[in-house]
């Protein structure tokens, strides 16, 4: 589902090829807004598994710096957009509890690119995500969530503190509006079309450099 070429061009008036589909990833740590930002960039009705928050789970789930979340994903989110009439992006959301991450391996199948979204006030629930796309050698972009009341840093800040190669592009982007995701994915798609997309080496385990905050004004 990566990339399907196998368009067809249909007889008389209906001349257009079929576009061609590309499969593309949301991933991130637990709360990071990955079924918000699939809601927001979906054409169509987005398929969402989320389910309620337990007293149960809060001893797995850790709710810091997001205290005002009931509901987390299960399974996957999925929607889709279309980028122009040759290209239809398809869109999964991943789980973001490591107990789900199971699912991961199943979802990436044939999958062309990801955007890994990134909470500046829990900049490490995002690690696991950078390391299982670079392990697989699946191009990806960061997409910093800012979320009301969190302080803003610049790109190289959040490139250093994640430990990220220079060609990793980082955007800044609100996964509430339509819009920024769309231009996140735009951002995606261009950095896929121009890098080789050869496995690089896994980060390093150490610990990152801790970020300056600059609070926003």
């Known amino acids: 589902m990566a990339y399907d070429d196998s368009s067809e061009v249909l007889p008389g008036p209906l001349s257009r090829p079929f576009p061609t589909a590309l499969k593309i990833l949301v991933a991130g740590g637990f709360g990071v807004g990955k079924t918000t930002f699939v809601g927001a960039v979906s054409e169509i009705a987005p398929l969402s598994t989320e389910e309620l928050l337990t007293q149960i789970g809060a001893a797995t789930d850790d709710l810091t710096g997001v205290e005002t979340k009931t509901a987390t994903t299960v399974a996957m989110d999925f929607g889709r957009m279309t980028l122009d009439e040759r290209h239809v992006l398809y869109l999964f959301g991943t789980p973001g509890q490591e107990r789900f991450w199971f699912m991961w391996d199943e979802l990436s199948r044939g999958a062309l690119g990801a955007v890994v979204l990134a909470d500046t006030r829990r900049l490490d629930y995002s690690f696991s995500a950078v ?87």
């Open 131 to 217: 390391d299982f796309f670079e392990q697989r050698g699946i191009g990806f972009v960061v997409a910093v969530n800012e979320f009301d009341g969190s302080y803003r840093y610049g790109a190289e800040e959040v490139r250093a503190a994640m430990d990220l190669r220079a060609e990793v592009p980082i955007v800044l982007c609100d996964a509430r509006i339509a819009s920024s995701g769309i231009q996140t994915l735009v951002t995606l798609v261009q950095h896929l079309l121009t890098s080789s997309a050869s496995p690089p080496p896994a980060r390093s385990s150490s610990s990152s450099p801790a970020l300056s905050p600059v609070p926003v004004e």
